[in-house]
């Protein structure tokens, strides 16, 4: 089976500074699939430059088969991919109800999908109109995340969304990207080993902006050697 998004010998730099050097990845269509790796080992940069937020100097990107390469963002986001940053892009004065009507293209709501959106995470509906800068910062991410999929998706890409969350947050977000994940394809950056072992299916590893190890998380998350060798951790740890 072809995969959903192909990344193919990517280069990206940012100002003079080189970050992707010779990026290869292929995500499988459905499930979870995790990109893993220490701080400012590229991870944040695959995302951007697949989004386009950041252009690949070299090396190409294919979404279905089709090279996105050079699109913009907005023509990347139109063919069905979503973006969930680290820093969640929701807009603070504007209540719940407010920032999920922008992330619609008409201003209006599936009634059904809003339906299983509220049923996924219950604060979206009981903060339906309190403002968005009242959150906690798990009800930030649930409502960060809850604009990506307002809209029929079929890839979300999604930039270490348990930083700074309480384990107890982290467990519900567990169940609720499983629920996701059941009809759109989520590409995942974490830092949080536990998190991603729960929810991956494959996993790859950048360090220094190159593809170091690919494989299934089980592998990985079933040898010690694999984790201390790229990851400079123990699953015992966490």
Not at 223 to 235: G, H, P, V
Request: hydrophobic share 45%.
């Amino acid at each position: 089976m072809a995969p959903i998004l192909r990344l193919d010998d990517v280069h990206t730099n940012i100002a003079q500074y080189q970050i992707l050097h010779g990026v290869s990845l292929d995500v499988p269509e459905g499930g979870v699939h995790v990109i893993l790796g220490r701080n400012g080992a590229g991870k944040t940069t695959t995302l951007r430059t697949i989004m386009g937020l950041w252009k690949a100097r070299e090396g190409s990107i294919q979404f279905r088969g089709q090279d996105i390469t050079r699109l913009s963002t907005p023509d990347i986001a139109r063919l069905g991919i979503a973006f969930v940053p680290e820093n969640m892009g929701i807009f603070g004065g504007l209540t719940v109800e407010e920032n999920m009507r922008l992330a619609t293209h008409d201003g209006s709501f599936d009634a059904a999908r809003l339906a299983r959106i509220h049923a996924i995470f219950p604060a979206i509906a009981q903060f339906w109109q309190k403002p968005a800068h009242a959150l906690s910062g798990g009800q930030k991410q649930m409502l960060a995340v809850s604009r990506a999929i307002i809209e029929k998706r079929d890839l979300i890409l999604i930039d270490e969304p348990t930083k700074g969350l309480a384990p107890a947050i982290i467990r519900n977000m567990i169940a609720a990207f499983r629920e996701i994940a059941a009809e759109t394809t989520i590409l995942l950056v974490e830092q949080n080993f536990h998190f991603a072992k729960a929810l991956g299916q494959t996993v790859a590893v950048i360090d220094d902006g190159r593809i170091v190890h690919r494989g299934t998380m089980a592998e990985l998350a079933g040898d010690a050697d694999l984790q201390s060798r790229f990851l400079s951790l123990s699953l015992e740890a966490h």
